[in-house]
């Protein structure tokens, strides 16, 4: 059974503070991990794809990086603007379902 | 973005009434979900969908049924709805193997 779990389930950071995210994940064959940040009132939204360990991506402050048995989201001098829930999913490469698994996500307060 | 609309956005209903959510997506996407967001236990995937009428069960699928007669469009169905099910319902769809792209959500509180 796929599993993902995320860590810390909280974190305060004064704003500059950086800091990362865990998602660790157990998933028979990784066809991609994902990234999700999710606003109070909102759907997630989509940050970044992971497919292989060793990728990385960048988005203004944040940087997604993979290995075979996690990821790190890491938030580079954090902003207020940068509080939300962030959400990984990981999609299996067997069975061609599709389904994604989610972790329960890490609720992220920036303080000014 | 891919366009993902929900509705209603919120509803208060009475237990043992039917309800029914709407979903409805403008990219043309093959796989469409519906989970359920509770504090404590993060996004619950209810069913989805792999394609027009074809859908299947997740893991808190008890109490709901889904159809899916377009590929724009995955219904999510109370057929008499209990209070355990009031909650933060979210839609979602995409392509094979791509992220998910969501809707906003439909706030459902059932007394």
């Known amino acids: 059974e796929d599993q993902v779990t995320q860590s810390p389930e909280a974190l305060r950071l004064q704003e500059g503070e950086s800091s990362s995210l865990n998602c660790s994940y157990t998933?028979?064959?990784?066809?991609?991990l994902f990234w999700y940040r999710q606003d109070p009132g909102k759907g997630p939204e989509f940050l970044f794809t992971?497919?292989?360990a060793g990728e990385e991506k960048e988005k203004e402050r944040l940087k997604a990086t993979l290995t075979k048995k996690e990821s790190f989201l890491h938030i580079t001098a954090p902003k207020p603007e940068d509080s939300a829930t962030y959400l990984c999913a990981v999609q299996a490469g067997s069975g061609g379902s599709y389904i994604p698994t989610f972790g329960r996500g890490t609720s992220l307060i920036v303080h000014p | 973005d891919a366009g993902i609309t929900q509705s209603p956005r919120h509803k208060v209903t009475e237990t043992g009434t039917p309800v029914t959510l709407r979903c409805h997506q403008t990219?043309?996407?093959?796989?469409m979900y519906w989970y359920r967001q509770d504090p404590g236990h993060g996004l619950r995937l209810i069913h989805y969908s792999y394609g027009v009428k074809d859908t299947d069960k997740g893991e808190v699928s008890d109490g709901y049924s889904v159809s899916r007669s377009k590929t724009e469009d995955f219904l999510l169905t109370l057929e008499s709805a209990t209070s355990s099910q009031t909650s933060v319902y979210f839609c979602?769809?995409?392509?094979?193997?791509?992220?998910?792209?969501f809707g906003d959500g439909t706030r459902l509180s059932i007394l």
């Open positions: 990219e043309n996407h093959r796989y």
């Open positions: 998933v028979s064959g990784l066809r991609g």
């Open positions: 992971l497919y292989s």
């Open positions: 979602a769809s995409g392509g094979e193997g791509q992220p998910q792209h």
